[in-house]
């Protein structure tokens, strides 16, 4: 095995433990996040379940309310129609206005405690924006992460020439073979298409090599 893949060898598995490495890091980082989140959805709803219980059960009350006065209000009103009693139907009024208001604060009453319950943070809303500014400031740690591993990668191979090939490119480019190329007719014009024609060859990679 070669120095440059030997190198190569031990710079992947570096890369490859970096790698694992960052995986359980988000993994562990998620899971956080995951159960946070989980924690404060179960302790919103159980903070709010058994009031809304309790306002749900008003309104049905409210509603049965609503319909007895009505009924009774009706009843009063149609025997009032038929045998005319003012007196009588001034205590009914009354006492139908006074059991809606009540019926009307009870309600105003169960709105203001289900909003109060309701405004306490964090909401859900508020949770969710939570945990996506979290996750935007770990996705940075994260990125910090990855490009080590980028780096690590882009180290895996030597992208400078091997010191071979310069040497070979020297020893092609300095050891007098433009003038073999050139033949018995060595005159500079000949000279200089041999050197020519080893730069193309190359690539011209005797500039990189001086």
Do not use: C, F
Not at 63 to 68: F, Q
Not at 159 to 166: A, S
Not at 169 to 184: F, S
């Amino acid at each position: 095995m070669g120095r440059y893949e030997k190198s190569a060898r031990n710079s992947l598995k570096s890369s490859t433990s970096l790698s694992g490495s960052i995986i359980d890091i988000i993994r562990h980082d998620l899971r956080k996040q995951e159960v946070r989140i989980e924690e404060e959805l179960r302790s919103r709803l159980e903070d709010v379940q058994d009031t809304l219980v309790e306002i749900a059960s008003i309104q049905d009350a409210i509603i049965a309310g609503s319909i007895e006065v009505r009924k009774e209000l009706e009843k009063a009103s149609k025997k009032h129609t038929r045998h005319p009693d003012r007196e009588s139907m001034i205590v009914t009024i009354i006492d139908t206005a006074t059991r809606l208001g009540e019926l009307k604060k009870l309600h105003n009453d169960a709105i203001a405690r289900l909003q109060g319950v309701l405004s306490r943070p964090p909401n859900a809303v508020e949770s969710v924006e939570r945990l996506s500014k979290d996750l935007l400031k770990l996705s940075g740690s994260w990125e910090s992460a990855a490009r080590e591993i980028d780096e690590s990668m882009v180290e895996v191979v030597d992208q400078n020439l091997p010191i071979e090939l310069v040497k070979l490119q020297r020893e092609l480019d300095r050891g007098g073979y433009d003038l073999i190329l050139a033949g018995n007719d060595r005159n500079q014009e000949n000279i200089e298409s041999a050197r020519a024609k080893i730069r193309e060859l190359t690539d011209d990679l005797s500039d990189s090599s001086e």
